[in-house]
């Protein structure tokens, strides 16, 4: 069997606003976009589906071998120090087959703090 | 006395992490760096200090007639949909001097949604 392409989570925090989610969609669709045939799921850690582990389960079932998740949250709070570390434990348990990568949370990456800031500026210039 | 400039509330939810503020506090310095003068505020729905209110209320005190809130959140919940408003509300009654303007949440805005995906895709790439 040919290898298979690395996947990719986005990991949120969920919400009962079916709305809320778009964002994540948004930027799903936008690395789909930069990088065709990525598989990227989305995954919840409450009140939205799927849950981190249905979203690994389904990538572990298609054939994907290693697989990132991103924590799209701004903040270190306890749902990135405790729930996730807890819930990356279970997958590692669960698929010990599976390369499974945890990003920093894009609150800590330089370049969307920066756009942030820059698109803030103009905001409050208009 | 010469108008005051333009002032800038960036409005995050709160943890009882310390650390959670930290990439709050850093979009606050970027956009300082930018924008040398303007007075920039943090300010939190819960947990965290100083409030909406607090924050508004030392802009307010120190001669700004208009503040922008920013709220620095991914998605349209509760949050935004339902406890914001509440919040912006009570502070045009309490300021009715001040002229209040709320921005679409970060995570509403083109350009940030396009630098996260473009940093997980790099972050897939390594």
Tied chains: 1, 2.
Excluded: Y
Excluded at 41 to 49: G, K, T
Excluded at 90 to 118: C, N, Q, S
């Amino acid at each position: 069997m040919a290898e298979k392409t690395p996947a990719l989570i986005l990991f949120a925090h969920g919400a009962r606003e079916a709305e809320w989610a778009l964002p994540f969609e948004s930027i799903r669709r936008r690395i789909m976009t930069r990088r065709p045939g990525l598989a990227v799921e989305l995954a919840f850690l409450e009140i939205m589906q799927p849950t981190l582990a249905e979203a690994a389960g389904k990538l572990v079932a298609d054939g994907h071998a290693a697989i990132t998740i991103v924590p799209v949250f701004m903040g270190q709070g306890g749902h990135l120090k405790r729930d996730l570390p807890r819930l990356v434990d279970d997958l590692r348990a669960r698929h010990p087959g599976t390369a499974l990568t945890l990003t920093p949370p894009i609150g800590e990456a330089d370049a969307v703090l920066e756009a942030i800031g820059e698109w803030v500026v103009n905001a409050v210039s208009c």
